[in-house]
């Protein structure tokens, strides 16, 4: 009997351990979710390398963050395959509001239309945040080039059809999708010859053995100031405050609808609201700061951010038409 009250007191005693244990975790896990958000450090994973025009616009937000929660903010660069690796990687994320994905129209929009498969789904998988910047791509020439407006531009390629080409950073790109919908938009026959990457493409625009090249303000500025580009048009909706004076292709060819590129910031659906709105309140607050409004434009980007409910509604009508442009290119999936 006494052996059996011994296992018995043991087994309780046991009993008792590990329910204690797990009233200990359960007490730390409720006073972490009861602990203002971040309580931690965040991590925007960001689908380019460093130094890129993202990668330089992801870093501001991201200082303006930590400086707001008074938390670290690092930045993971996940470049390749036009974003899918970082998107995926964003995706599947623990959805806790600490895992932020600086996203483009190029990982959720693009890759989904030129691939079979991508292993997320855009509308699906991620809470839109806010739209961070708008950088309009620009259609430059050589300064030593017959035309200095869209509609001369439009006049030369319709004199020698087949004859002029252009330079893209790559099949599905945004600036070869933007010179397709001018090509047709405008009619004319423009020979597409794409590289791998603007150091690739620059070379031979500035040596003259393309004749057009369409890349971000950002990349393209610096040329521009230097005199080596001359700019003929902006493709986006609006003028940009870097370029004042120089008018969208819209305003030359009717129909030509390009918003450009964006830069946004979003997280995993799941993530709660809360923190979802309270994001978009530090992103935009430091968006509309005047130092960081002049450090963007300075670079060419225009801040624009949004609410939730408009940015979200922007991506869910902006990826259409990204696919459209695509099939307009006569691209097909692979």
Known sequence: MASIDNETGRGFMAFRWRHGLLAIAGLAASLSHAQPYPNRPLRIIVPYPPGASVDFTARLMGGRMSEAFGQPVVIDNRGGAGGVIAADLAARAVPDGYTLFFGTPAALCISPAVRLKVPYDTQRDFAPITRVVVNSQILVVLPSFPANSVAE????????????????????????????LLKHRAGIDVVHVPYKGGGLAMPDVLAGRVQVYMGSIPGILPLVKQGKLKVLGVAGLERVNVLPNVPTIAETVPGYEFVGTWYGMLTQAKVDRAIITRLNQVLTAALQSEDVRQTLISQGSEPRPMSVEDFTKFVRTDCPNWARAVKLAGIKPE
């Open 153 to 180: 531009l439009v006049k030369v390629a319709k004199a020698k059809p087949g004859q002029l080409s252009y330079a893209s950073v790559g099949i599905g790109s945004p600036q070869h999708l933007g010179l397709e």
